[in-house]
């Protein structure tokens, strides 16, 4: 017999059911009553009858799921089936059969790869089990896809995978969801069931195989009896498939089917005596013993209105409004207050958790008899908040239990698998390598794995013959440090020796991790049981077993018992992972690369499950999973519009659009539920978790997600404010400090995050007395407290370096040079940093826009030398000679250079093409510009160095009363070219600077410090022409910038008609150097004589009266360029003598959009910070070259 029981949320369907229960088994001692529930109520629900038993105990009562109920009939009956297949176990033969069959799989077969896509397959396979729905089976369905091809298509895949994973686990392994069929097999021959009474409670509906045991169960037992929720005015014998918005469908529906099943059974019986459905269902209901309970005094919310008022009218048609009767005049008796239900509004998701468990905190210190078991949790999304109420949660010391089951993809034993796996089929790559070595599980230090890193960093160590051979190679930062540290020349041998003892170091290091490795790189290329073995070996060799013991025990002490239990069974599971791998194929012969992917698919199928460690705390879930018993006060959390309704998701393999057509296609097969549907199914979730609560209430939601974007309140909140207009939203903000800071870990927080606005006088009086108050009550963490006043008094005051400490840095002899000046000038702090400390960043075997430039530089100077050998001048070469001595010229220079680091990858190969053809256009491009003036090229790359003692290098920076020089700076350096013109009287010089970047000459930035270069390779070349010209004036002519590249064209600016000499042209004319040029027409004659009214070699233009062009023209006159020169001196002299004062003042620049710091590589380490006290940028005002020349005259 079938009855139902019903009642709306909080009526007490389940004390109803369980009351009858144990009333009919101490009535009936001999009878078996079973009572089915959902997996995670049996526990709960075993408890419940218990504590209701009158006996205390449940005799002939049984509490089973449909899991356990199947176990329990398995071993009565001696039903013995196949092997069960897990989820991970039906993932691995699905990984494994699709890649069989990839071929013939055209839809799905390339995307099984795909990080999650297993998963969406094996989703899909298990829906068809669950729903019985066989492979042939969908070909039916197919048959209605008519024009949809796509869908047709996937379909068909489908239905190939699922038929040949059928025949894969045949005989050897049954799928889970299986079970239930065998189940129904063994029924008919169990004791257990024959004229038993079972109940079912807890559902919402089932789906077509667990329909199938239903249907044994009514035919086998005495009587079955299922509880379901449903509204006091709703009938649920009247089901309309086509009202999908009616709150308690799923009921009806539930209903429905179980009566159809009723009817079938009674109808196969004597099918003559049976009417048709429909008059037979009038019948039976109408004559049924079904029980329909009322909210009553002894319902949940008998003593508490508002919520009695919530669950008659959420979600149901009507404006009805708490308090207020429908024709408008107030309701006797009630109140429109609202004191049971509330919202809760904040900024953020934690400071919405910190309202709530502050909250909490408050509500037990006020009412002594509540317990945090009288409280639950939900949220919108556990992986949005459950992160968040954990770290909370140990703030407020408020205990929880979070009902969520743990992904172990990040767990160190797990990372160390996969990297090491990867380190195998990647053959050593830098990533996987250092994965391992970083995983937690390896066989190094973290300090021994930094040294290890760099070195590999810095030379570009790759692939099994750079890991399996000795390193021989030393970085050039190691090399710099040991020369430095052992200057003389007699330290040579100390020098090897150190060389020696650090590559020995290296090895060892290096042969450990090989070793670690070794067993996976033996087992290459043979069957599945060969690298499960080898997998084995290698967790043996790194201790795993050992080392997760001891994470477990350190998580232990901390009393984190979630992860302490997470540690203590990994390794467990990750071998019995390895067994179950072994088992379905340890005969096949398949990659390690395939190896690797069917293990990550079973560790995506690892899941840890925890049990609360003790009943005094909070259960805390999600509105589906979770499974609350009676609780007092309910927050939930998260009710936000990007959560509920919850979104559908891409719908798995079959889209939602796709599944909405199959459903409505469909006769006779069901799918699950389609989005649409699912929505509503989750609005009884709501009104069932709503519901909960017997005295309160609490809706919360944040303004903003954890990414900042903002997000607004879910459709509920408006749905709850429309029947209780009087309810009342609170914001974090509008709230006292004293009920925000519950404990010592909140109130320490509160500190942290407001000390500064103390310190800096930004508080009221109120808001003073408040913070020193709570700053004295937590006097017991004096050194937290102690930290915190520290670093809210911190204020940056600028304190040189001692003579002392200057002197033995610098010494009183400074060796700079003008790149160094210039970054003294950018931040003193950041130079200090840089070339006193002589910080560097970690070396690496990259190319960049640094080496780029050694490259051009080098390759030119070669090519200058390679002239001379062949006795060619730079205006004499042919075009072919020039692109053949050039690419010679790079050939050399490269060859070895950096570990032939031009050659490292396919990028690099492509970047030598590129810097040869820049070349070949520089070269080209000089020739030309240097025909067309009378200069001729002096000297490449000259060194400093070769200047001999001239004053422009060698300066005094202070001297005695008796002219005795106490401190001197020699600056080092080499300029790229010098062409020079001589007459009888005058040696007129230029210099040119070869750039990789499109840098411009900046006279405010000169005034400024920061671009000294070029005037400074005046004043040096200057120096050396006077030394060696015998009595000649050396004249600046021009100080120029040649950027080295192979410009592209602006294609609308180009004629489609120009000839390759007018496109040559114009690309000359983007290659004219910059820089500034003596406003001299004899020297500008002298540089370009072809230049009319614009040079396409250098930076000049006329205006047609013969007057140099304001826009066009960088020139400068003669009496100009000598004030410069003077000026550069006298900026380089002083900022010598400040670097040896020891004047390390943090002082970036900042002009505009740009600030020394932008690029800083130092901005870990300085600690600027412009909030801080003390810390501000030097703002350099942009100022017009008139403006600069006028203050460089009045300071020289």
Known sequence: ???????????????????????????EPDRNFLIVVPDQFTMQTQMDIVKQHPDHGIMNIDVVSFSRLSHRIFEEVGESHEKVLDDMGKSLVLRHVAEEIKSNLPIIGGSMHKMGYIDEVKSTVSEFM???????????????????????????????????????????????????????????????????????????????????????????SSEVIFSFTLGQEDNPYNYDRNEEQELFLLT?????????????????????????????????????????????????????????????????????????????DSQEGETAKCTSIGILEADTVSREVQMVLSRIRKLIRENRELHYRDFAIVCGSLERYGEVISNEAGKYEVPIYLDQTGNIKLNPLIEAIRSALLTVTSRYSYESVFHFLRSGLSPLTANETDRLENYVRALGIRGIKGWETDFERIPGQIMRKLKMSNKKDSENNIIEEQKKEYLSDLNSLRQKTVDALAPLFGAEGKTVLDYSRALYEFLTGLGAQGKMAEFENSFRRQGDEIRAKEYSVIYRKVIALLDQVTALMGDEKIAWKEYAEILDVGFSDIKIGTIPQSVERIVVGDIERTRLKEVKTLFFLGVNDDLIPKAAGTGGIISDIERQFLADSLTGIELAPTPRQQMYIQRLYLYMN????????????????????????????????????????????????????????????????????????????????????????????????????????????HKPLSDTVASMLYGNFLVNSVSRLEKYAQCAYAHFLQYGLRLDEREEFTFDQADLGTVFHGALEKFSKKLEEENLSWDSFSKEDGERIMEEALTEFTDGYNGNILESTKRNEYLMQRIKRILFRSVDTLQYQLKKGSFVPRSMETSFDEAGE?????????????????????????????????????????????????????LCALYYGLQLQLVMYMNVARGMAEAKSRGKEAVPAAI?????????????????????????????????????????????????????????????????????????????????????????????????????????????????????????????????????????????????????????????
Not at 951 to 978: V, W
């Open 1040 to 1196: 120029l910038y040649y950027h080295l590249t192979d410009p592209v064209l602006d294609g609308e600016k180009v004629n489609p008609d120009a000839t390759g000499e007018e496109v040559n042209a114009m690309i000359r004319e983007e290659l004219r150097t910059r820089g500034l040029v003596q406003a001299d027409r004899e020297i500008i004659d002298l540089l370009d004589h072809e230049a009319g009214q614009k040079s396409d070699v250098i930076p000049v233009k006329f205006n047609k009266d013969g007057s140099f062009a304001k826009n066009g023209s960088d020139v400068m006159s003669a009496d100009d360029f000598e004030q410069v020169s003077r000026y550069v001196s006298h900026l380089v002299k002083k900022s010598g003598r400040n670097i040896l004062k020891g004047d390390i003042e943090v002082n970036p620049y900042s002009q505009g959009d740009n600030t020394a710091c932008k690029y800083c590589r130092f901005k870990s380490v300085c600690g600027f910070e412009q909030g801080i006290p003390g810390y501000s940028c030097r703002e350099l005002p942009k100022m017009k070259d008139d403006e600069v020349m006028q203050r460089i005259a009045s300071e020289v």
């Open 130 to 220: 669950q729903y019985g729905i066989e492979p042939e089976m969908l070909d039916d369905i197919m048959d209605v896809c008519g024009n949809k091809g796509a869908l047709k298509a996937k379909l068909s895949d489908l239905r190939l995978l699922y038929s040949e994973f059928k025949k894969y686990i045949k005989g050897n392994y049954i799928a889970q969801e299986e079970l239930l069929d065998v189940l129904c097999k063994a029924l008919p021959s169990s004791k257990l069931i024959d004229d038993s009474v079972i109940a079912f409670d807890g559902f919402t509906g089932f789906t077509p195989i667990q329909y199938r045991v239903i249907d044994e169960i009514l035919r086998l």
């Open 252 to 328: 009806k529906k539930t209903v429905h089917d179980l009566l159809h099943l009723e009817y079938e059974n009674e109808k196969s019986m004597d099918p003559s005596a049976v009417p048709d459905f429909e008059r037979w269902a009038a019948y039976r209901n109408e004559n049924s013993r079904d029980v329909f309970l009322k909210n009553t005094e002894k319902g949940r919310h008998a003593s508490n209105p508002e919520l009695t008022f919530l669950e008659k009218h959420l979600f149901r048609y009507g404006n009805a409004k708490y308090g207020v009767l429908k024709d408008g």
């Open 1 to 27: 017999m079938l009855r139902f029981v019903f009642g709306a949320s909080g009526a007490g369907k389940s004390y109803h059911l369980r009351k009858e229960i144990i009333e009919r088994s101490i009535a």
């Open 690 to 797: 709503l519901t909960k609560p017997s005295e309160r209430l609490y809706l919360s939601f944040a303004h903003l997600d954890p990414d900042g974007k903002s997000i607004r309140p879910a459709y509920l909140i408006g749905k709850i404010t429309a029947l209780f207009p009087e309810v009342v939203t609170e914001r974090f903000d509008d709230r006292a400090e004293g009920d925000i800071i519950q404990t010592a870990g909140n109130g320490l927080d509160y500190i942290a995050e407001h000390i500064q606005d103390y310190s800096r006088g930004y508080m009221n009086e109120e808001e003073e007395n408040a913070f020193c108050g709570l700053f004295n009550a937590l006097s017991g963490h004096r050194e937290r407290l102690l930290k915190m006043v520290e670093a809210a008094g911190v204020r940056y005051d």
């Open 950 to 1002: 001239i004053d422009a290098i060698n300066i005094a920076l202070t001297e005695d009363e008796r002219g005795r020089i106490l401190q001197r700076m020699k600056l080092t350096g080499s300029i790229d070219r010098i062409d020079t013109y001589e007459d009888a009287d005058h040696v007129y010089i230029k210099v040119i600077d070869f750039k990789s970047g499109n840098k411009k000459f900046d």
